[in-house]
């Protein structure tokens, strides 16, 4: 079953991390602190529970989240990266928007205080690796080594230590790149792989307002769903303050979604 708590307004980010940290239920607070007025804000918050979907993303499997119409779901992966990943946190904190990110655990041991303010804001830090190479060139064993790689530094620079599991059980693979060892292997230990709805195809170089257009487009055509970008890319950076105005401006709600609090409550610091 999904678990869906709705709220009226933004959760404060300190009230949200503790929450998540140490199983605390989840209560409104006031309207997020350092706003703008008319902030697009965040419409509620989903628990993802890996036991009862350990795959989503129509892109690459046959279920995604239990989007309504219009909600999405911002996912941002690669980082972080200084002068890159704050400006994009600069952004959503602008618009009371929360998002979930998928990091690269070098990456994360090479910017540690932008890691802390990524959680501390309350967005979701999820796992993409260590070094994000991709994993169906190498061997399951070698694979697998690497997967925990990145889990042991994101969660050893969170919360002081790493277990045999990610405080947060949230894994995407670098290129989309699977097996079906692998992805059976995350399912039995409990990890759900992120793949997504659509795409802003940020990859491929463009100008921030074409990058727009094809963001909106697509999501005007999905009516929402799990959206991938890459923090570490400029061209996403200048996008995304319009980005988030036009997802206001046409209707989108953004949705955020957290592991369930046993988890975090159990590997808490």
Request: hydrophobic share 45%; aromatic share 8%.
């Amino acid at each position: 079953m999904w678990m869906i708590r709705r709220f009226t307004t933004v959760l404060p980010a300190t009230v949200l991390l503790s929450a998540l940290l140490v199983g605390t239920p989840l209560v409104a607070g006031p309207a997020c602190p350092g706003g703008q007025a008319d902030a697009l804000g965040t419409a509620r918050v989903i628990t993802i529970d890996p036991a009862e979907t350990p795959r989503l993303g129509r892109k690459h499997f046959p279920t995604t989240l239990p989007l309504a119409d219009m909600e999405v779901l911002l996912t941002f992966d690669d980082g972080p990266l200084a002068g890159r990943t704050d400006r994009v946190l600069d952004a959503l904190a602008r618009e009371c928007v929360r998002a979930t990110f998928f990091v690269v655990g070098r990456q994360a041991q090479a910017h540690p205080a932008l890691l802390r303010r990524i959680a501390a804001e309350g967005h979701t830090v999820a796992h993409h690796t260590y070094a994000h190479p991709l994993l169906d060139r190498m061997t399951p064993a070698a694979a697998e080594r690497e997967i925990d790689h990145g889990f042991a530094a994101v969660d050893t620079i969170l919360y002081g230590t790493a277990g045999a599991r990610p405080v947060v059980p949230f894994f995407r693979f670098p290129g989309f790149a699977t097996t079906p060892a692998l992805l059976a292997r995350l399912e039995q230990r409990g990890i759900a792989v992120f793949g997504a709805d659509l795409w802003a195809s940020d990859w491929n170089d463009m100008t921030p307002g074409r990058q727009l257009d094809l963001v909106m487009a697509r999501l005007e055509a999905s009516r929402g769903g799990i959206l991938l970008f890459h923090d570490t890319r400029l061209q996403t950076v200048q996008m995304l303050p319009a980005f988030l105005r036009a997802l206001k401006s046409r209707g989108f709600q953004v949705i955020h979604g957290v592991p369930p609090r046993s988890r975090t409550a159990a590997a808490g610091p």
